[in-house]
């Protein structure tokens, strides 16, 4: 692997809930290379938005903890001061794009200035120039220049989210994090917005972490997969490695669950639904959905297992096989 851009180290996130403490990020580890993209997978609830908005410093306000390392470039994300990541990091070095973006312009300012504001707020640029660099951008994300007079709801949802796209590359971000970007959009567009990122990646060297509920969507822009069951990494590797040899019984239901358009056999659902985290089951998480479970599944928690090169499994059966 390049130098990475971004590692994590232990990542923990709980919220402060009625019910008590609810770990959503429990002990996650990763790095991500320069121009490299990971796509970070698995069902709601499973902490994806927890770790990019820990990323970002943007979790809400009624977190109960927030423990770990994360290096962004060797910079510690967490520990530098609210003044240093804003000043240097937030949307400059890392941007985001958030789940339900589309729905968070301002509905009475034009998309064009809304893109631009960033620059003239935090980048010093003049009024000519934001304009200037925001029209650029929307070429980028290939909207016609006019797009810059229209407001919000002149705008399609596949519009809205290259918009949002062009507003989080403002000031140059080398990593991206997209959290359910396509979610909203029909499939064309979708497979539009795909091959966008592709560009970007390819163009601009930009690293990339995608969040989705949708394995398939993911690996095509992807080079690693990352699944996340309850709070935790069940299986990360190169993206070719985890489609092709799953080799987690909830990575392996997960795929399984994809609508196929050259099989006969429908869909399969994974059985049950995800733990309450504030009472996770005990051992390893996944037990009583796994259709694998053996006697020690539910007494002891398994470490992520090396079932082949930069290719982990927090299963128990990879410890058996050869
Ligand atoms: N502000 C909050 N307060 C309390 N619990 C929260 C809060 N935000 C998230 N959670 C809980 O933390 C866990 C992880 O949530 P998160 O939003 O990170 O999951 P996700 O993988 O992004 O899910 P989705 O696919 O639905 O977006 C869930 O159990 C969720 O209910
Ligand atoms: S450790 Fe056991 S319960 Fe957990 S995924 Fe593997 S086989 Fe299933
Ligand atoms: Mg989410």
Same mark, same amino acid.
């Given at each position: 692997?390049?130098?990475?851009?971004?590692?994590?180290?232990?990542?923990?996130?709980?919220?402060?809930?009625?019910?008590?403490? /609810?770990?959503? #990020?429990? @002990?996650? $580890?990763?790095?991500? =290379?320069?121009? &490299? %993209?990971?796509? +970070?997978?698995?069902?709601?609830?499973?902490?994806?938005?927890?770790?990019?908005?820990?990323?970002?410093?943007?979790?809400?306000?009624?977190?109960?903890?927030?423990?770990?390392?994360?290096?962004?470039?060797?910079?510690?994300?967490?520990?530098?001061?609210?003044?240093?990541?804003?000043?240097?990091?937030?949307?400059?070095?890392?941007?985001?794009?958030?789940?339900?973006?589309?729905?968070?312009?301002?509905?009475?300012?034009?998309?064009?200035?809304?893109?631009?504001?960033? /620059?003239?707020? #935090?980048? @010093?640029? $003049?009024?000519?120039? =934001?304009?200037? &660099? %925001?029209?650029? +951008?929307?070429?980028?994300?290939?909207?016609?220049?006019?797009?810059?007079?229209?407001?919000?709801?002149?705008?399609?949802?596949?519009?809205?989210?290259?918009?949002?796209?062009?507003?989080?590359?403002?000031?140059?971000?080398?990593?991206?994090?997209?959290?359910?970007?396509?979610?909203?959009?029909?499939?064309?567009?979708?497979?539009?917005?795909?091959?966008?990122?592709?560009?970007?990646?390819?163009?601009?060297?930009?690293?990339?972490?995608?969040?989705?509920?949708?394995?398939?969507?993911?690996?095509?822009?992807?080079?690693?997969?990352?699944?996340?069951?309850?709070?935790?990494?069940?299986?990360?590797?190169?993206?070719?490695?985890?489609?092709?040899?799953?080799?987690?019984?909830?990575?392996?239901?997960?795929?399984?669950?994809?609508?196929?358009?050259?099989?006969?056999?429908?869909?399969?659902?994974?059985?049950?639904?995800?733990?309450?985290?504030?009472?996770?089951?005990?051992?390893?998480?996944?037990?009583?959905?796994?259709?694998?479970?053996?006697?020690?599944?539910?007494?002891?928690?398994?470490?992520?297992?090396?079932?082949?090169?930069?290719?982990?499994?927090?299963?128990?059966?990879?410890?058996?096989?050869?």
């Amino acid at each position: 692997m390049n130098q990475p851009i971004l590692s994590v180290s232990d990542l923990r996130v709980s919220y402060r809930t009625q019910g008590g403490l /609810l770990p959503a #990020l429990d @002990g996650v $580890s990763f790095s991500l =290379a320069q121009g &490299e %993209a990971l796509g +970070l997978v698995g069902e709601s609830g499973a902490g994806k938005s927890s770790m990019a908005l820990a990323l970002m410093r943007l979790l809400p306000r009624n977190v109960g903890l927030l423990d770990g390392r994360a290096e962004l470039e060797g910079r510690d994300l967490l520990g530098m001061s609210d003044e240093a990541f804003r000043r240097d990091v937030r949307w400059r070095k890392m941007a985001m794009v958030f789940q339900g973006a589309q729905e968070a312009f301002n509905p009475v300012l034009r998309v064009g200035d809304q893109i631009a504001e960033p /620059l003239l707020v #935090l980048g @010093g640029a $003049s009024k000519g120039e =934001a304009r200037r &660099e %925001a029209v650029r +951008l929307l070429e980028v994300v290939r909207l016609p220049a006019e797009v810059y007079q229209r407001y919000p709801h002149e705008l399609s949802g596949g519009m809205k989210q290259r918009a949002v796209m062009a507003m989080a590359l403002v000031l140059k971000p080398q990593l991206l994090l997209l959290d359910e970007p396509t979610s909203a959009l029909d499939v064309t567009v979708q497979a539009q917005i795909m091959d966008q990122l592709k560009e970007l990646k390819r163009d601009m060297g930009l690293s990339i972490i995608f969040i989705t509920h949708d394995v398939a969507i993911a690996s095509d822009l992807c080079d690693r997969l990352a699944v996340m069951y309850a709070g935790k990494l069940a299986e990360v590797g190169p993206a070719d490695a985890v489609l092709l040899r799953p080799q987690h019984p909830y990575t392996r239901l997960l795929l399984a669950s994809l609508p196929r358009l050259h099989q006969d056999a429908p869909p399969q659902f994974i059985p049950g639904s995800p733990p309450d985290l504030r009472a996770p089951p005990s051992g390893c998480r996944f037990h009583p959905r796994c259709p694998q479970a053996f006697a020690r599944c539910p007494l002891e928690e398994p470490g992520l297992i090396q079932v082949g090169e930069g290719h982990d499994s927090r299963c128990w059966l990879a410890e058996v096989r050869p």
